[in-house]
């Protein structure tokens, strides 16, 4: 079983749709949660941490549910320039080690 | 914009030479990580530095090298270059810390071995 696992979709949705991704993890330890976002042929940047209150930036919504061990991802309002790939990102237990999933691609069309 | 530089940005090697993949950041951060990524696929950790003279083993077996001897230095070499090392070498560093911090990722490196 992976330790981040995530559908890679490609998730199709049109421009002002909303659209959730979830993401599980295994280690039960992990104690610090990302998103990424990874443009086609670019290097990942954060999108956001997420922390275990929930927190939200503009038209995006991160929660962390701890006792089911998923994290989730909510884009409100889709544009355009959302066309991505998202990485679940979760450190390692005793190590300074981020551990990727393999990313779910969203395409937003007009 | 993060600090974090990668050169070259594309390479095309033939087989068998040996090449080196610069990465240098100017955040002074402690931790340093090499990872390998084929087009559409995930991320996998080939090396790590916790700082200066520390190098570990990522979770990737590589049969490339790293050394640290400047915390803003974390060179990538492979000494004998063969097709299956065409890849993208991403490079990225973190600060050090109790609470684990994000990883700022430089530009990426194209390899091709021809």
């Known amino acids: 079983r992976k330790e981040v696992e995530q559908d890679p979709g490609p998730f199709n949705v049109p421009e002002g749709a909303t659209v959730a991704f979830n993401c599980t993890y295994s280690?039960?330890?992990?104690?610090?949660f990302f998103w990424y976002r990874q443009d086609c042929r670019k290097e990942p940047k954060l999108l956001m941490s997420v922390y275990s209150s929930g927190n939200e930036d503009g038209r995006f919504t991160a929660q962390l549910n701890r006792a089911s061990q998923y994290i989730s991802l909510l884009i409100r309002d889709s544009k355009l320039s959302d066309s991505a790939t998202y990485l679940c990102v979760v450190n390692e237990r005793g190590f300074q080690k981020l551990v990727f999933g393999t990313g779910t691609r969203l395409l937003v069309s007009p | 914009e993060a600090d974090i530089y990668q050169t070259p940005r594309y390479l095309v090697i033939g087989t068998g030479k040996k090449i080196t993949l610069e990465c240098s950041q100017t955040m002074g951060h402690d931790k340093m990580y090499w990872y390998q990524q084929d087009p559409g696929m995930e991320l996998h950790l080939i090396h790590y530095?916790?700082?200066?003279?520390?190098?570990e083993k990522g979770d990737l077996s590589s049969e490339s090298t790293v050394s640290r001897i400047r915390t803003e230095h974390f060179p990538l070499t492979l000494e004998s270059a063969r097709p299956s090392h065409t890849s993208q070498y991403l490079c990225a560093s973190s600060p050090s810390g109790q609470v684990y911090h994000e990883q700022f990722f430089g530009p990426g490196t194209r390899l091709t071995v021809l």
């Open positions: 280690n039960s330890a992990s104690q610090s």
């Open positions: 530095s916790y700082g200066v003279n520390s190098t």
